[in-house]
């Protein structure tokens, strides 16, 4: 399955999740029509003559806007605490507040975007081997001293070292996490781990030279709920100006727009892995 193909499939569970079986066929239409990414480019005027076309002349075109505005609704009841804990300011979704700079169904589409990116990594990874270890400060007395696991639950404001081991050599890794509120770059970053290079060994987290180990403090998580991390192993250094190490930004956030361009960047190499891992987070 290619990916816009994927992405279509995608958006399929997202209306099956939307509109039940006696939801109105011309919401459906027009949700299919407008997220379809063929017709991104379309105006809405276009997407109304494709509906009224395939309802044969059933539909008026100074419907569309009320129409779509409809679908949106439904969308932003529907996601509205996930869409505002990805960034998404819910009031630009409501037609008629001034002359936003971007339509509110193309906010919705980039965050469907997003969304589906993020689930194809996921998709694409590796889930079963235990890569990741957050462990207790007492408990690491040694690197070289295998430490006990410790169970994946995590506890809130509880400072841990990470370990990762995904046995490569000579080759980068890219770590993003995505929390309740936060989506950030753990390696490469100031913050955590400013060397992305795996050695074959086990890389530590906080690493030297990081700020958390400048400052003697472990990875903290402050708010309940399940922290996820996707680890991409690749053999070059990625070329991003988000990814460049500065002291301004020393955990840099990723965003539709950044993760659409690692997605494409991706897809155009052949030898590179993914890994996941979640955790829960309580307390």
């Not at 955990?251 to 659409?260: F, G, V, Y």
Request: a negative charge; charged letters at 30%.
């Amino acid at each position: 399955m290619n990916r816009e193909k994927s992405f279509i499939a995608f958006l399929e569970d997202i209306a099956a999740n939307i509109f039940p079986e006696t939801a109105s066929d011309v919401q459906k239409l027009c949700f299919r029509l407008r997220f379809h990414p063929d017709n991104y480019k379309l105006e809405n005027t276009e997407i109304a003559g494709l509906i009224k076309k395939q309802l044969n002349g059933g539909f008026s075109e100074i419907s569309i806007n009320p129409t779509l505005g409809d679908v949106i609704k439904k969308i932003k009841d529907k996601f509205d605490a996930e869409m505002q804990a990805d960034g998404i300011d819910i009031a630009k979704l409501t037609p008629g507040r001034g002359k936003p700079k971007e339509s509110p169904w193309k906010i919705v589409y980039r965050w469907f975007r997003m969304k589906w990116i993020w689930q194809s990594l996921v998709d694409k990874a590796d889930k079963h081997s235990e890569w990741i270890d957050f462990l207790s400060p007492e408990n690491c007395q040694g690197i070289v001293i295998p430490p006990p696991r410790q169970k994946r639950q995590l506890q809130v404001k509880a400072p841990y070292l990470m370990r990762i081991d995904l046995q490569h050599s000579s080759r980068n890794l890219l770590l993003l996490n995505q929390g309740l509120t936060t989506k950030c770059v753990l390696t490469p970053s100031m913050a955590f781990a400013p060397k992305c290079q795996l050695d074959g060994k086990p890389m530590w987290i906080p690493q030297d030279g990081s700020i958390l180990q400048e400052y003697n403090k472990g990875i903290e998580f402050d708010t309940p709920g399940k922290e996820e991390f996707v680890g991409i192993v690749l053999d070059e250094d990625l070329d991003f100006d988000w990814l460049d190490l500065r002291e301004d930004n020393p955990a840099p956030n990723w965003d539709e727009t950044r993760l659409s361009q690692l997605w494409s960047y991706l897809e155009g190499k052949e030898n590179w892995q993914v890994f996941y891992q979640s955790f829960e987070v309580v307390g």
